[in-house]
């Protein structure tokens, strides 16, 4: 078995590729994705941005694996021609939802997957897929207490799928799990575009 390393703290993505039948071993790669992002200049591409942030967390924690297939990911929305990352605070995330509710958006994930073996890299593979959001108008009572739950905090767009924030989407067009935070569809054709098979990481 090939050993598969998540370079992400996130608890959804863990959850997916658990649920899906891989037990990856976690690296949290610490890149400063606001300075990265600022690096990029004033209008990046918004692929580029995702895609860039993804392969940067990988690389992050190549050092420290001989063997192994390292993915690295990193969603943003797009909606209203602005790109929306984390709002960390209350009051950035009532902001976002005052600009989405009764609208839709485009929930970019990027994903780099790099392939290492004798602790050198062999192969990556990167690109981005992208879900359409169509997000329902939260009643304001319902808004409050949904920010006040805290979840919409520390995730892309302010917003989640799989969790409280599911009662707010009216439907997506697009791939789920990307949703999530990790799109096994466009994970399985990376994986392959390395050399690797599903077979070599299933637990």
């Known amino acids: 078995m090939t050993l598969f390393v998540l370079a992400s703290a996130s608890p959804a993505r863990l ?3 658990r649920n899906a039948g ?6 949290v790669s610490g890149v400063d ?3 990265l992002t ?3 200049g004033d209008n990046p591409d918004p692929e580029e941005v995702v895609v860039t942030l993804a392969r940067a967390k ?4 190549l050092g420290e694996f001989d063997d192994a297939v390292v993915v690295g990911c990193d969603s943003m929305l797009s909606i209203g021609g602005l790109l929306h990352g984390k709002p960390h605070t209350v009051d950035v995330a009532r902001r976002r939802w005052a600009a989405m509710a009764g609208r839709s958006g485009d929930l970019l994930t990027g994903h780099a997957v790099v392939r290492v073996r004798g602790g050198e890299v062999v192969a990556t593979a990167a ?3 992208s879900t359409t959001i ?4 939260p009643r304001p009572v319902d808004l409050e207490a949904y920010l006040a739950s805290g979840e919409p905090l520390s995730v892309a767009g302010a917003f989640t799928l ?3 924030g599911g009662w707010f989407i009216d439907r997506i067009e697009g791939d789920p799990s990307s949703v999530i935070g990790i799109g096994l569809p466009l994970v399985r054709r990376l994986l392959t575009d390395v050399g690797t098979s599903l077979a070599e990481i299933w637990a």
Do not use: K, T, Y
């Open 15 to 17: 959850g997916v590729l």
């Open 22 to 27: 891989v037990e990856p071993v976690v690296r």
């Open 33 to 35: 994705e606001d300075a």
């Open 38 to 40: 600022a690096e990029l």
């Open 58 to 61: 990988a690389e992050a924690v």
């Open 127 to 129: 690109e981005c897929s």
């Open 134 to 137: 169509h997000f329902a108008e």
């Open 162 to 164: 799989d969790g409280l």
